[in-house]
Protein backbone atom coordinates (compact mmCIF):
# COMPACT_ATOMS: atom_id res chain seq x y z
CA UNK A 1 0.00 0.00 0.00
CA UNK A 2 1.61 3.44 -0.43
CA UNK A 3 -0.12 6.41 0.42
CA UNK A 4 0.84 10.28 1.25
CA UNK A 5 2.29 11.01 5.27
CA UNK A 6 2.79 14.34 6.54
CA UNK A 7 5.17 14.94 9.34
CA UNK A 8 4.82 18.39 11.31
CA UNK A 9 8.13 19.69 12.48
CA UNK A 10 9.30 21.92 15.50
CA UNK A 11 12.21 22.32 16.91
CA UNK A 12 15.06 20.64 15.76
CA UNK A 13 14.87 17.50 18.13
CA UNK A 14 10.89 17.18 16.95
CA UNK A 15 12.51 17.58 13.45
CA UNK A 16 14.74 15.11 13.39
CA UNK A 17 12.46 12.43 15.22
CA UNK A 18 10.21 12.83 11.84
CA UNK A 19 12.88 12.43 9.83
CA UNK A 20 13.96 9.25 11.64
CA UNK A 21 10.17 7.60 11.82
CA UNK A 22 10.06 8.30 8.33
CA UNK A 23 13.10 6.68 7.15
CA UNK A 24 10.96 3.56 8.60
CA UNK A 25 8.14 4.18 5.85
CA UNK A 26 9.32 2.72 3.18
CA UNK A 27 7.25 2.53 0.29
CA UNK A 28 5.11 5.88 1.31
CA UNK A 29 5.14 8.90 0.05
CA UNK A 30 6.76 10.79 2.99
CA UNK A 31 6.57 15.43 3.23
CA UNK A 32 7.52 17.25 6.05
CA UNK A 33 6.36 21.00 7.01
CA UNK A 34 8.07 22.99 9.55
CA UNK A 35 4.95 23.66 12.34
CA UNK A 36 2.28 26.28 11.82
CA UNK A 37 -0.68 27.17 12.82
CA UNK A 38 -3.82 29.05 12.02
CA UNK A 39 -5.83 32.28 12.92
CA UNK A 40 -4.44 34.53 15.38
CA UNK A 41 -1.99 32.54 16.17
CA UNK A 42 -0.84 31.94 12.68
CA UNK A 43 -0.94 35.77 12.42
CA UNK A 44 1.10 36.50 15.54
CA UNK A 45 3.83 33.81 14.01
CA UNK A 46 3.51 35.77 10.76
CA UNK A 47 4.55 39.42 12.32
CA UNK A 48 7.56 37.61 13.97
CA UNK A 49 5.52 37.80 17.43
CA UNK A 50 5.87 34.45 18.24
CA UNK A 51 9.69 34.28 17.07
CA UNK A 52 10.41 32.73 20.43
CA UNK A 53 8.18 29.41 19.95
CA UNK A 54 8.67 26.89 17.12
CA UNK A 55 5.94 28.89 14.89
CA UNK A 56 9.08 31.18 14.09
CA UNK A 57 12.70 32.54 14.46
CA UNK A 58 15.82 30.18 15.26
CA UNK A 59 13.09 27.08 15.42
CA UNK A 60 11.77 27.70 11.98
CA UNK A 61 15.06 28.88 10.53
CA UNK A 62 16.77 25.03 11.53
CA UNK A 63 13.65 23.06 10.37
CA UNK A 64 13.99 24.59 7.11
CA UNK A 65 17.75 23.72 6.71
CA UNK A 66 18.24 20.12 8.63
CA UNK A 67 14.92 19.91 5.62
CA UNK A 68 17.32 21.02 3.03
CA UNK A 69 20.14 19.66 3.64
CA UNK A 70 19.07 16.54 3.71
CA UNK A 71 16.61 16.70 0.54
CA UNK A 72 13.55 16.27 2.51
CA UNK A 73 10.40 17.07 0.29
CA UNK A 74 8.35 19.99 1.93
CA UNK A 75 5.46 20.91 1.43
CA UNK A 76 4.37 24.23 3.97
CA UNK A 77 1.92 23.68 5.92
CA UNK A 78 0.70 20.28 3.79
CA UNK A 79 -1.25 22.62 1.60
CA UNK A 80 -0.55 21.15 -1.59
CA UNK A 81 -1.95 17.69 -1.75
CA UNK A 82 -4.57 15.24 0.07
CA UNK A 83 -2.30 13.34 3.03
CA UNK A 84 -3.03 9.45 4.32
CA UNK A 85 -1.75 10.09 7.67
CA UNK A 86 -0.02 12.96 9.45
CA UNK A 87 2.19 12.80 12.30
CA UNK A 88 3.06 15.57 14.58
CA UNK A 89 5.05 16.17 17.68
CA UNK A 90 2.65 18.29 19.20
CA UNK A 91 -0.95 18.81 19.37
CA UNK A 92 -0.75 22.54 21.72
CA UNK A 93 -2.49 23.27 18.02
CA UNK A 94 -4.51 21.14 16.17
CA UNK A 95 -4.09 22.74 12.61
CA UNK A 96 -7.34 22.71 10.74
CA UNK A 97 -6.43 21.08 7.47
CA UNK A 98 -5.28 17.83 9.59
CA UNK A 99 -8.52 17.43 11.89
CA UNK A 100 -10.05 14.79 9.45
CA UNK A 101 -7.34 12.55 8.85
CA UNK A 102 -5.42 10.00 10.43
CA UNK A 103 -3.64 11.28 13.28
CA UNK A 104 -0.34 10.15 15.10
CA UNK A 105 1.01 12.02 17.94
CA UNK A 106 4.24 11.43 19.23
CA UNK A 107 5.83 12.47 22.46
CA UNK A 108 8.20 15.29 22.09
CA UNK A 109 10.67 14.85 25.33
CA UNK A 110 10.10 16.00 28.98
CA UNK A 111 6.28 17.66 29.93
CA UNK A 112 6.69 20.40 31.64
CA UNK A 113 5.59 20.51 35.66
CA UNK A 114 1.52 21.12 36.22
CA UNK A 115 1.70 24.99 37.69
CA UNK A 116 -1.59 26.76 38.39
CA UNK A 117 -1.32 28.01 34.54
CA UNK A 118 -1.95 24.25 33.59
CA UNK A 119 -4.90 24.11 36.14
CA UNK A 120 -6.63 27.34 34.89
CA UNK A 121 -6.38 26.56 31.04
CA UNK A 122 -7.83 23.21 31.88
CA UNK A 123 -10.46 24.75 34.22
CA UNK A 124 -11.32 27.53 31.89
CA UNK A 125 -10.77 25.55 28.61
CA UNK A 126 -7.90 27.84 27.68
CA UNK A 127 -5.67 27.46 24.45
CA UNK A 128 -3.17 24.24 25.86
CA UNK A 129 -0.09 26.46 24.61
CA UNK A 130 -0.70 28.83 27.08
CA UNK A 131 0.54 25.92 29.85
CA UNK A 132 3.24 24.62 27.56
CA UNK A 133 3.93 20.94 27.52
CA UNK A 134 2.38 20.39 30.50
CA UNK A 135 -0.83 19.92 28.45
CA UNK A 136 0.61 17.54 25.58
CA UNK A 137 -1.76 14.81 24.88
CA UNK A 138 -5.24 16.60 26.00
CA UNK A 139 -6.66 17.61 22.35
CA UNK A 140 -8.33 14.05 22.30
CA UNK A 141 -7.83 15.15 18.33
CA UNK A 142 -5.21 12.19 17.45
CA UNK A 143 -5.76 8.44 16.76
CA UNK A 144 -2.83 7.18 18.60
CA UNK A 145 -0.66 8.99 21.07
CA UNK A 146 3.12 7.23 21.00
CA UNK A 147 4.51 8.11 24.59
CA UNK A 148 7.80 7.34 26.20
CA UNK A 149 7.53 5.33 29.07
CA UNK A 150 4.97 3.49 31.47
CA UNK A 151 5.53 5.96 33.88
CA UNK A 152 4.45 8.85 31.36
CA UNK A 153 1.82 6.38 30.20
CA UNK A 154 0.26 6.69 34.00
CA UNK A 155 0.79 10.32 33.86
CA UNK A 156 -1.07 11.02 31.00
CA UNK A 157 -4.21 9.23 32.05
CA UNK A 158 -3.81 11.19 35.46
CA UNK A 159 -4.48 13.96 32.97
CA UNK A 160 -7.24 12.91 31.20
CA UNK A 161 -5.82 10.83 28.03
CA UNK A 162 -7.69 8.30 27.13
CA UNK A 163 -5.90 4.67 27.87
CA UNK A 164 -6.43 3.42 24.92
CA UNK A 165 -5.05 5.53 22.45
CA UNK A 166 -1.56 5.23 23.90
CA UNK A 167 1.22 3.29 23.55
CA UNK A 168 4.44 2.85 24.48
CA UNK A 169 6.71 2.96 22.03
CA UNK A 170 9.53 4.85 23.24
CA UNK A 171 10.70 8.10 21.29
CA UNK A 172 13.30 9.14 19.12
CA UNK A 173 16.91 10.76 20.50
CA UNK A 174 15.98 9.43 23.76
CA UNK A 175 15.93 5.35 23.26
CA UNK A 176 19.61 4.91 23.01
CA UNK A 177 21.34 7.22 25.41
CA UNK A 178 24.64 5.44 25.53
CA UNK A 179 25.52 6.12 21.58
CA UNK A 180 26.05 9.80 22.85
CA UNK A 181 28.90 8.19 24.49
CA UNK A 182 31.13 8.32 21.47
CA UNK A 183 31.06 11.65 20.03
CA UNK A 184 33.72 14.90 19.24
CA UNK A 185 33.06 17.26 21.51
CA UNK A 186 36.70 18.03 23.18
CA UNK A 187 35.86 18.79 26.88
CA UNK A 188 36.08 16.09 29.60
CA UNK A 189 35.23 16.15 32.87
CA UNK A 190 33.12 19.60 33.06
CA UNK A 191 30.28 20.66 34.63
CA UNK A 192 27.47 21.18 31.94
CA UNK A 193 24.37 23.70 32.95
CA UNK A 194 21.69 22.99 29.81
CA UNK A 195 19.70 26.21 30.47
CA UNK A 196 15.62 26.47 30.01
CA UNK A 197 14.10 29.54 28.37
CA UNK A 198 11.61 29.81 31.39
CA UNK A 199 11.77 33.65 30.96
CA UNK A 200 10.81 33.51 27.33
CA UNK A 201 7.72 31.18 28.15
CA UNK A 202 6.55 33.69 30.79
CA UNK A 203 7.89 32.22 33.50
CA UNK A 204 9.96 32.87 36.52
CA UNK A 205 13.57 32.71 36.59
CA UNK A 206 15.80 34.33 38.95
CA UNK A 207 18.81 33.66 36.38
CA UNK A 208 21.39 35.55 38.54
CA UNK A 209 20.78 33.07 41.58
CA UNK A 210 21.02 30.03 39.45
CA UNK A 211 24.31 31.32 37.93
CA UNK A 212 26.03 31.60 41.43
CA UNK A 213 24.63 28.18 42.33
CA UNK A 214 26.15 26.39 39.42
CA UNK A 215 29.58 28.39 40.05
CA UNK A 216 29.03 26.67 43.50
CA UNK A 217 28.74 23.50 42.23
CA UNK A 218 31.38 23.57 40.18
CA UNK A 219 33.58 23.91 43.00
CA UNK A 220 36.62 25.65 40.55
CA UNK A 221 36.25 22.84 37.52
CA UNK A 222 35.99 23.90 33.85
CA UNK A 223 31.88 25.07 33.79
CA UNK A 224 29.94 25.41 30.57
CA UNK A 225 26.28 26.64 29.57
CA UNK A 226 24.79 25.27 26.89
CA UNK A 227 21.52 28.10 26.13
CA UNK A 228 18.20 26.35 25.45
CA UNK A 229 17.57 27.09 21.34
CA UNK A 230 14.57 29.59 22.35
CA UNK A 231 16.26 31.84 24.98
CA UNK A 232 18.02 35.02 24.13
CA UNK A 233 21.32 34.65 23.05
CA UNK A 234 22.99 37.88 24.07
CA UNK A 235 21.19 38.65 27.84
CA UNK A 236 21.60 35.28 28.68
CA UNK A 237 25.53 35.72 27.71
CA UNK A 238 25.91 38.59 29.60
CA UNK A 239 24.48 37.29 32.67
CA UNK A 240 26.59 34.05 32.49
CA UNK A 241 29.97 36.72 31.60
CA UNK A 242 29.14 38.85 34.84
CA UNK A 243 28.93 36.54 37.09
CA UNK A 244 31.24 33.57 36.09
CA UNK A 245 33.66 35.08 33.66
CA UNK A 246 35.89 31.65 32.70
CA UNK A 247 32.59 29.70 32.03
CA UNK A 248 32.28 29.09 28.42
CA UNK A 249 28.75 29.24 26.48
CA UNK A 250 27.52 27.57 23.75
CA UNK A 251 24.19 28.72 21.86
CA UNK A 252 24.60 25.60 19.54
CA UNK A 253 25.94 22.16 19.30
CA UNK A 254 24.56 18.78 20.52
CA UNK A 255 24.22 19.17 24.05
CA UNK A 256 24.12 15.43 24.55
CA UNK A 257 27.44 15.12 23.31
CA UNK A 258 28.32 17.97 26.06
CA UNK A 259 26.66 15.99 28.93
CA UNK A 260 27.87 12.70 27.91
CA UNK A 261 31.63 13.94 28.74
CA UNK A 262 30.52 15.65 31.65
CA UNK A 263 31.25 14.51 35.46
CA UNK A 264 27.71 16.82 36.61
CA UNK A 265 25.01 18.34 34.86
CA UNK A 266 23.07 21.18 36.39
CA UNK A 267 19.26 21.47 34.49
CA UNK A 268 16.72 23.77 35.06
CA UNK A 269 13.47 22.05 33.47
CA UNK A 270 14.82 20.26 30.59
CA UNK A 271 14.63 16.92 28.42
CA UNK A 272 18.24 16.70 28.63
CA UNK A 273 18.39 16.17 32.34
CA UNK A 274 16.98 12.91 31.10
CA UNK A 275 20.10 12.15 29.13
CA UNK A 276 22.42 12.79 32.69
CA UNK A 277 20.56 10.71 34.61
CA UNK A 278 20.15 7.95 31.87
CA UNK A 279 23.91 7.94 31.52
CA UNK A 280 24.80 8.00 35.57
CA UNK A 281 25.57 11.52 35.97
CA UNK A 282 26.02 13.67 38.99
CA UNK A 283 22.78 15.73 38.36
CA UNK A 284 21.27 18.73 39.89
CA UNK A 285 18.07 20.08 38.96
CA UNK A 286 14.64 21.58 39.76
CA UNK A 287 12.93 18.77 38.62
CA UNK A 288 12.03 15.85 41.04
CA UNK A 289 14.26 13.04 40.96
CA UNK A 290 12.10 9.98 42.00
CA UNK A 291 9.41 11.48 39.66
CA UNK A 292 12.14 12.01 36.65
CA UNK A 293 13.50 8.26 37.04
CA UNK A 294 9.61 7.06 37.43
CA UNK A 295 9.28 8.57 33.98
CA UNK A 296 12.45 8.31 31.96
CA UNK A 297 12.05 7.35 28.18
CA UNK A 298 12.76 3.02 27.94
CA UNK A 299 15.90 2.41 26.29
CA UNK A 300 15.46 -0.09 23.43
CA UNK A 301 18.66 0.92 21.67
CA UNK A 302 16.95 3.06 18.85
CA UNK A 303 13.89 1.01 17.86
CA UNK A 304 11.55 3.56 18.83
CA UNK A 305 11.35 4.92 15.24
CA UNK A 306 10.19 1.56 13.39
CA UNK A 307 8.03 0.84 16.52
CA UNK A 308 5.96 4.26 15.73
CA UNK A 309 6.47 3.31 11.91
CA UNK A 310 4.65 0.20 12.62
CA UNK A 311 1.80 2.01 14.18
CA UNK A 312 1.37 4.53 11.28
CA UNK A 313 1.84 1.03 8.84
CA UNK A 314 -1.51 -0.33 11.35
CA UNK A 315 -3.44 2.92 11.40
CA UNK A 316 -2.78 3.16 7.15
CA UNK A 317 -4.75 0.07 6.76
CA UNK A 318 -7.83 1.03 8.57
CA UNK A 319 -9.90 2.12 7.02
CA UNK A 320 -11.12 6.13 7.63
CA UNK A 321 -14.96 4.96 8.15
CA UNK A 322 -13.47 3.05 11.22
CA UNK A 323 -11.42 5.42 12.30
CA UNK A 324 -14.21 8.02 12.43
CA UNK A 325 -16.21 5.56 14.28
CA UNK A 326 -13.56 5.34 16.98
CA UNK A 327 -13.25 9.23 17.08
CA UNK A 328 -16.98 8.95 17.98
CA UNK A 329 -16.57 6.75 20.90
CA UNK A 330 -19.06 3.91 18.87
CA UNK A 331 -15.84 1.37 18.79
CA UNK A 332 -12.96 0.56 20.77
CA UNK A 333 -9.73 2.65 18.92
CA UNK A 334 -7.14 -0.73 19.80
CA UNK A 335 -8.61 -3.32 18.18
CA UNK A 336 -9.16 -1.41 14.56
CA UNK A 337 -5.15 -1.70 13.88
CA UNK A 338 -3.99 -3.77 16.43
CA UNK A 339 -5.46 -7.05 14.82
CA UNK A 340 -3.83 -6.55 10.97
CA UNK A 341 -1.82 -8.60 10.35
CA UNK A 342 1.45 -6.51 8.81
Known amino acids: MTG ?109 PETWVYHLVKWLHLPRYIANTSTSGLSNAYDVFCVASEGYADLFVRKGVKREKLYVTGIPNFDDLQINLVNDFPFHGHVLVATSPLRETFRRDDRDAFIRRCVELAAGRKLI ?5 AENVKRAQHEINRIAPDALVFSTGNVNHMIANAATVITQQSTSTYVAVGLGKETHT ?57
Open 286 to 342: NLNMEELKRLMPIQNNGDSARRIAGICRRILHTPMPLIERARRGTLRTRPLWENIDL
Open 225 to 229: FKLHP
Open 4 to 112: NILFICGSLNQTTMMHKISKQMEGYNCFFTPYYADGVEGFAASQGWLDFTVLGGRHMRETREYLARNLLPMDDRGTRRKYDLVVTCSDLIVQRNIRNTRLVLIQEGITE
